[in-house]
């Protein structure tokens, strides 16, 4: 139905900002999108999360004000500014996405990236 593919990790010093993006192909009309990351021995976590026309937004408190999360539909892609990482931000970062109804749940989403890697280093 929907394919996701994300970019744009990599290593950065604590303090530096990094954009990911997501690519986004297939049946993505009326779908609501996000962020969540996961690192070794925990459950995936949110991170953040977009209403289908961009216009609802929600992030998890430990990014509140440092991540900005945005979509442009007419691309079919979604990205996640980050700015003031900090070395606990470092995690494999995956998009996903669902029919209509914005999420903080991770499953409630029925499609899946595999994943960018985010290192954060003090």
């Known amino acids: 139905q929907v394919q996701l593919v994300e970019s744009g990790g990599g290593v950065v010093q604590a303090g530096g900002s990094l954009r990911l993006s997501c690519a986004a192909s297939?049946?993505?009309?009326?779908?609501?999108m996000g962020w969540f990351r996961q690192t070794p021995g925990k459950e995936r976590e949110f991170v953040a999360a977009i209403s289908l026309n961009g216009g609802t937004t929600y992030y998890a408190d430990s990014v509140k004000g440092r991540f900005t999360i945005s979509r442009d539909n007419t691309k079919n892609t979604m990205t996640l500014q980050m700015n003031s990482l900090k070395p606990e931000d470092t995690a494999v970062y995956y998009c996903?996405?669902?029919?209509?109804?914005?999420?903080?749940?991770?499953?409630?989403?029925?499609?899946w990236g595999q994943g960018t890697q985010v290192i954060v280093s003090s």
């Open positions: 996903a996405g669902r029919k209509l109804v914005t999420s903080t749940l991770a499953g409630s989403y029925d499609s």
């Open positions: 297939g049946r993505t009309t009326n779908y609501a």
